[in-house]
């Protein structure tokens, strides 16, 4: 297909917006020139317009899959489901739990379905481990006690009556190594570790979340002893007398049937989760039995900044970087606060080559003049768990984020931020 057809359709379908068949021919022949993304882009306006014929919806959902776009195909698999398209609907689920399952980190093998193995699946093990996370000694200690142990020696917790498995919450200042964490913890067990984010299960159309929810957990036991980690749990399981929807009630009441299941027929599965709001989660979350482990991710501390910087700058032409002192000049950074600093050094960096000329390294001076513009941004979440722990925390379930905010250092830095803000 030549450029100048192609042009010349986009130009036609820009002057006649809602002719469908001419989209339609425009879609088709960017297919045929491997303009594929631009492609699909028109298959998404083609469904808003209902203009997609019946027989194109496998088609277009297998290009969709093959290109990643998850959302263009949940809409395939939703007006094939309207249209009563029952060959299309389902390919079009399988393709829409084929790329679920990638990105949990699930291989799946589909073969011919039996009464007995409905599907096949692969599992890799999770290979980052504890040693991969700077600092946080004390929060590695509390997790292999909590979590690895009772899943690395069974037998010693069959002897008295523990079952493993169960559910773990981390909760903390978003950007402070929760997943990685999570991912460490399945490391340290020898565990797959299947990674379920939010876009995997919400869905604006009528149940479809709470189907994703319950094929997550399907797939984590059928694959057990593995590591299930649901991100942004606040979002799945907002707490219901806060909402007045149905909907989201629904997927709450659907999370706590497939947590209550844990622990009875599906031991070896450990679900973790992970929050930046714990207050907003439902309280029958966090009953035992269900996430009745609740531990505290603070902001890394200075040996974890300085780990965290050292990975950040690998790959940086760099020169006479002290990371010790960088990280004794950061207090309550995230990782993220620590990504923002190093870029924007490498800013006057790239600055100073575009003036003067020549690849000068990062350096000290570099970081030292950008330092004041970059805040922690962990502040306004301390600040909010304050006042949480403050005014309710009656069930004591985050004293340890009581002691952290008592210790001097952090103390002192919030008391100076607040002087600051009235200021």
């Excluded at 469904?47 to 297998?62: F, I, N, R």
């Excluded at 523990?162 to 402070?176: A, E, Q, T």
């Excluded at 599906?266 to 439902?282: S, Y």
Aim: glycine letters at 8%; charged letters at 30%; aromatic letters at 4%.
């Amino acid at each position: 297909m030549s450029n100048e057809r192609i042009d010349a359709l986009r130009k036609a379908v820009d002057a006649n917006p809602d002719d469908v068949l001419l989209r339609l021919v425009l879609a088709e022949s960017l297919v045929g020139a491997e303009h594929t993304e631009e492609a699909l882009d028109q298959y998404v306006v083609l469904l808003d317009k209902d203009g997609l014929p019946e027989d194109q919806l496998v088609p277009v959902g297998e290009l969709a899959a093959a290109n990643g776009r998850l959302a263009l195909l949940r809409s395939l698999l939703e007006t094939a489901r309207q249209k009563g398209v029952v060959e299309g609907t389902g390919r079009l689920q399988q393709l829409v739990d084929e790329m679920i399952s990638e990105r949990s980190g699930v291989k799946i093998k589909v073969g011919p379905e039996t009464e007995d193995t409905p599907f096949a699946a692969d599992t890799l093990k999770e290979t980052t481990t504890f040693d991969q996370v700077g600092g946080m000694e004390e929060i590695k200690r509390v997790i292999h006690r909590m979590v690895v142990l009772p899943l690395s020696r069974p037998e010693l917790y069959e002897k008295y009556g523990r079952k493993s498995g169960g559910g773990v919450l981390l909760y903390g200042p978003p950007g402070c190594g929760k997943t990685l964490l999570a991912r460490a913890t399945a490391g340290e067990c020898g565990l797959p570790f299947i990674n379920v984010r939010i876009e995997d299960v919400m869905d604006p159309y009528l149940g479809v979340s709470e189907r994703n929810l319950h094929a997550a957990f399907e797939r984590a036991r059928a694959n057990a002893p593995c590591v299930l980690f649901l991100d942004e749990l606040d979002a799945l399981a907002f707490a219901r007398h806060k909402h007045g929807g149905s909907e989201a009630r629904r997927l709450v009441d659907v999370l706590l049937q497939e947590l209550d299941a844990i622990g009875s027929e599906n031991d070896g599965l450990l679900v973790l989760a992970a929050t930046n709001a714990p207050w907003d989660v439902d309280e029958a979350m966090l009953r035992p039995g269900r996430f009745d482990r609740v531990i505290f991710v603070p902001p890394p501390d200075e040996p974890a900044r300085a780990d965290i910087l050292s990975v950040l700058v690998k790959d940086v032409p760099a020169d006479g970087l002290d990371l010790k002192a960088i990280a004794g000049q950061t207090p309550m950074f995230s990782g993220a606060d620590l990504r923002a600093l190093i870029e924007r050094g490498v800013d006057r960096v790239i600055d100073e080559a575009l003036a003067g000329g020549g690849e000068p390294p990062l350096a000290m001076h570099h970081l030292a003049d950008v330092l004041s513009t970059v805040k922690p941004s962990t502040l306004d979440w301390l600040h909010r768990v304050r006042s949480y722990i403050e005014f309710a925390n009656q069930s004591e379930r985050y004293d340890d984020v009581a002691s952290y905010l008592k210790s001097r250092d952090v103390r002192r830095r919030l008391n100076r931020d607040t002087k600051g803000t009235k200021g």
